[in-house]
Structures are given as structure tokens and as C-alpha cells.
């Protein structure tokens, strides 16, 4: 079992940053890649970006990766996502979420961090 816990969230006026932090419990941290989802109100959840055990990351548009970097600390159990320039668009619920390298599937979610983004 894995359980991950999300921080960071908050409210931001845009342009500024945050840095969202998720802490996870459990054995299969360091094999399992991370991911980091968010959900807007109205709207079907969405990847954000991932991050393997090697090291390697990728995200969902170039947009994000150009104001987005997500980030891990296997040594503390924890994945993070920086969140520069942020726009009002961003505004959603974020979660982060486990895929052990068994499944390969992302099978544990944490609870969500509520990121809003004022204009």
C-alpha cells in the first residue's frame, strides 16, 4: 500500500508560484513513477506531468513544461511540482498519484490540493 498526502496548495494572483509537495508512504516509492493530475471544476481530470524512478520527467503540454517542474526526493519519500507564471487557467484541484512499477498503473491517489490562481 501507498498513501500520499499533497501540500502546498493555496491561493496565488497570477504570475506568481507555488510549490506543491507530496509526500508518500510505503516501500515502492523509489520504483514507482509519480505523477501529478489536476481537475477544474466542470472538467475531467488531467495529467499534468510524471516523473520516472530514473529520473526522467515529462509533461502534458509545452506549456507546462515551460512554467512547470516536477521533481523527486527518493531519500524523503517525495515528489514536487514547481508551478511558475501561473495563470487563472491552472486554477484546479491537484493530485498527485503512485504507479508501482508492478502494475505500471497509477493505483494510489492522495486527497487533492486546491491551487487557485487570481487574475
Known amino acids: 500500500q501507498v498513501q500520499l498526502v499533497e501540500s502546498g496548495g493555496g491561493l496565488v494572483q497570477a504570475g506568481g508560484s507555488l510549490r506543491l509537495s507530496c509526500a508518500a508512504s510505503?516501500?515502492?516509492?523509489?520504483?514507482?513513477?509519480m505523477g501529478w493530475f489536476r481537475q477544474a471544476p466542470g472538467k475531467e481530470r488531467e495529467f499534468v506531468a510524471a516523473?520516472?524512478?530514473?529520473?526522467?520527467?515529462?509533461y502534458s503540454t509545452d506549456s507546462a513544461k515551460d512554467r512547470f517542474t516536477i521533481s523527486r526526493d527518493n531519500a524523503k519519500n517525495t515528489v514536487y511540482l514547481q508551478m511558475n507564471s501561473l495563470k487563472p487557467e491552472d486554477t484546479a484541484v491537484y493530485y498527485c498519484a503512485a504507479a508501482p512499477l508492478v502494475t505500471g498503473k497509477y493505483d494510489y491517489w492522495g486527497q487533492g490540493t486546491q491551487v487557485t490562481v487570481s487574475s
Open positions: 510505503g516501500r515502492t516509492f523509489s520504483t514507482s513513477t
Open positions: 516523473i520516472r524512478r530514473s529520473g526522467t520527467s515529462t
